[in-house]
């Protein structure tokens, strides 16, 4: 996959998060940060659970995922 394409993948899954999580984005340099570590999160969880994630549909769900879970644990963590 191109760094672009890996780029707007994880601006898109940052800006989902965010709007998922707390009702709206972090800008585009937040939301693809946030992406891009929830495309390893998701990543990591989904190969722990034995699914995989093929095409670029997929690695948006993957990241998309892997970013809800990483904002509800700073959520969580902010709030402890």
Known sequence: MGLI???IIGGLA???AGNVMRGGGFGIFGN???GIVGAVLGGLLF?????AS???IGSLVTATVGAVVLLWIVAKL???
């Open 54 to 56: 093929t095409g670029i």
């Open 32 to 34: 693809i940060g946030v």
């Open 78 to 80: 902010r709030k402890g």
């Open 47 to 51: 190969r722990l659970i034995g699914l």
């Open 5 to 7: 394409l890996w780029l």
């Open 14 to 16: 940052g800006w989902i």
